[in-house]
Every structure is written in structure tokens, then in C-alpha cells.
């Protein structure tokens, strides 16, 4: 073999070794198929360890709307809430009483008024509301108003000219007319033909007690509404005066932590006499999270006992109320301070938003 065929080959050679070397390497670096997947399943496994809306809770708007329902449901704690109209613009009070004031109501406001109000609000019957009643009156009674309005002749009138027969009284002889015999549904009607200004002033006759029957016949926004307006006073005074039912509903429906506070305000003995009144799955929950069996707790003075309860943890507290009976819970929330109550009431409905606002009524559109 000549030099220049040696040398050939070894070039060859060596270019051959070179380029099997570095395919060798480039597989050695690439992940296989296994391995790829492998990676691809770690990153996947990262993924579904984060955490997704449906991890997170929060309070709903139909949990506040629940609070809310309990507390402004109570005709007590209404007819309170119903002394704080004044916190609300004349055309709010108006729009709630257009919403909730019944047929009855409004009849009973009529009679209220002065004799000049009530005569402009007869003044509103039409002629053939006015044949009807008369229509409806017994002879005897009929006579009595055909006498003072100066009528002889009322059997040879026709349907208009009867329509006229009150027109011819003054406008209070037609009122007391009208007042007598017309019915609520009538009353009711001539008082929605009145105008704004002579509804308000009728409306505002209402006492505490009415508007708050008033209250419990609007949307419970329109309540949620008034609430916030009230000063920390006249929250406690609503709250206050809420049923046994009321109280034990609403103190259910605090978190934890607020039903804990209510524990707290528990007596020695009143914690005793709280879980004697707990049915028995209740109980074994309770003994369980104390740490203590039946038979230790039954062998222990009231003190004992109490002091046993009272090692409960936050969430044990608030299991405790939540699970006492009815006149326990209510007791619970009368013994905290009228400000705690408020803030437990608060705590309950806090949520994020706004409250919704009432739409303008036609009273305040005309004003602008």
C-alpha cells in the first residue's frame, strides 16, 4: 500500500470514529420516551396541586340574605326598625309604603287625617262610585244624605244625575258620607288617586307598629337598607327586640368564632344546664372534643363541669351553641353586651358589595 493510500484511510478512519462518538453523546443527552413523559407528568402533577376557585370559601349572597330574612322577619324587631324611617329619604319612605301598605292600612291612615285631607281624598270618587254607594245604602240611610243634600226627586234621576247628588254637600258632608259607607277597597283606591304630597302626609300617620308591618311587605334589600342607615343604637334596640326563635336562629347562623363569644357570656351553671338539654349525639360530640367520657363528666360537681366546658376550643364553643337548644342559644345572645350583639349580627352578614338601592319613585323624578 502506498503512503498516500495509509494516509487516506486513516483520515477516513478518524472521521468515522469522530461522527459514531457524537451520535453516541446526542443520544445520551435526549430523554427517551419514558422519560419524556415522565417530565410532562411531573409538571402535570404540579398543576393539580393548585388551588381552584371551587377550594375556596366564601360567603354567598344568599347566606347574608338568610341572616338578614331572620332578623327582619320578626314583627318585633320590625316594628323597632320601623322607628328609624326617618334615616331614609321622603322618597324612599314613600316608595316602601306604596309597596307594603295594604287596603286596610290605607283606609285606617284616611280616617286619620285632618277634615280638610280626608276631604280632598273623597273628593277623588268618581260619579259612578258615588251611585254605587248609594246604591248600597238601606232606604233609612239613604234618605239621610238625599235630606242634607237638599235631593226630592232622587227616584226620577238618571244614573248621571245621581252621580252629581254628593257633589251637591259640602266637600266635608261628602267625606263623612263617603267615609261611612264606602268600603276598605274603595277608601283604599280614592287614596291612590291623591298626589304625592297628600299620600306622604297620610302615610306618615302610620305608627311604629304599622310601619313595620309596612317594612315586612318590601323586598328584603329595602330592609337590609334601612338597617345599615341605623345608628349602633337603634341596631341594638331592633336586635333586642327580637323573638326567642329569632335570637336562637340568628345566633345559629354566626360563624364560629361569633357563636364562641355567645359562650363565653355563660354562667357555670347555665353551661351545664345547656348541654343537660342537648340531645344525646349532641353530647358525645361535646365530651369527645373535651376529652372527657360520660361517666368522668356525670362524677364531677357543677363547677367540674362547667370548668370542663369552658376548655373547649373555638371550635368546640361554637359547636356547642350551634347545637344547644333553642332557649339556650337565645339566652347566649341576650347575655352578650348590646354592642357585642350588634357586631355579632354584623359579623354574620358581613359580605363584600353593596346593598342593593331602590329604583327612584315617580315623586322623586318629578323633582328633578
Request: proline share 3%; glycine share 8%; hydrophobic share 40%.
Amino acid at each position: 500500500m502506498s503512503r498516500k493510500s495509509t494516509t487516506l484511510l486513516i483520515t477516513t478512519s478518524v472521521v468515522i470514529i469522530a461522527a459514531i462518538a457524537f451520535f453516541t453523546s446526542s443520544n445520551r443527552n435526549n430523554p427517551t420516551s419514558e422519560q419524556v413523559a415522565g417530565a410532562i407528568g411531573t409538571v402535570d402533577k404540579y398543576r393539580s396541586e393548585q388551588i381552584t376557585p371551587n377550594d375556596v370559601t366564601v360567603n354567598t349572597t344568599s347566606d347574608v340574605e338568610a341572616i338578614f330574612g331572620t332578623l327582619f322577619s320578626d314583627p318585633a324587631a320590625l316594628e323597632e326598625l320601623g322607628n328609624t324611617f326617618g334615616r331614609l329619604s321622603p322618597d324612599e319612605r314613600m316608595k316602601l309604603y306604596e309597596r307594603g301598605t295594604t287596603p286596610e292600612l290605607a283606609a285606617m291612615l284616611l280616617e286619620r287625617g285632618t277634615a280638610t285631607e280626608r276631604a280632598g281624598v273623597y273628593g277623588k270618587a268618581h260619579k259612578d262610585e258615588c251611585v254605587a254607594i248609594l246604591a248600597r245604602m238601606n232606604p233609612e240611610q239613604r234618605n239621610e244624605v238625599l235630606a242634607k243634600a237638599g235631593i226630592t226627586d232622587f227616584e226620577r234621576m238618571n244614573l248621571e244625575e245621581r252621580g252629581n247628588v254628593l257633589d251637591r254637600m259640602s266637600a266635608q258632608g261628602k267625606a263623612d258620607v263617603l267615609a261611612a259607607h264606602a268600603t276598605v277597597q274603595e277608601k283604599a283606591t280614592f287614596l291612590g288617586r291623591a298626589d304625592v304630597s297628600e299620600r306622604m302626609k297620610l302615610y306618615e300617620r302610620a305608627n311604629a307598629g304599622e310601619r313595620g308591618q309596612v317594612l315586612g311587605r318590601n323586598d328584603l334589600s329595602e330592609r337590609m337598607k334601612l338597617y345599615e342607615r341605623s345608628t349602633p343604637e337603634e341596631r341594638a334596640s331592633v336586635i333586642g327586640r327580637m323573638s326567642l326563635e329569632g335570637k336562637a336562629d340568628l345566633i345559629g347562623r354566626m360563624d364560629l368564632a361569633g357563636r364562641a363569644e355567645a359562650f363565653n357570656a355563660f354562667t357555670p351553671q347555665e353551661r351545664v344546664d345547656a348541654f343537660d338539654r342537648m340531645d344525646l349525639t349532641a353530647k358525645n360530640d361535646i365530651l369527645a372534643k373535651a376529652n372527657v367520657t360520660q361517666a368522668d363528666y356525670d362524677r364531677m360537681s357543677i363547677e367540674g363541669r362547667s370548668e370542663v366546658l369552658g376548655k373547649l376550643t373555638v371550635d368546640g364553643r361554637g359547636d356547642f351553641i350551634g347545637r344547644a337548644a333553642v332557649q339556650d342559644r337565645a339566652l347566649a345572645f341576650d347575655r352578650a353586651p348590646a354592642q357585642e350583639r350588634v357586631d355579632l349580627v354584623s359579623r354574620a352578614i358581613a359580605t363584600q358589595g353593596a346593598t342593593p338601592t331602590m329604583e327612584r319613585t315617580d315623586f322623586e323624578k318629578s323633582r328633578k
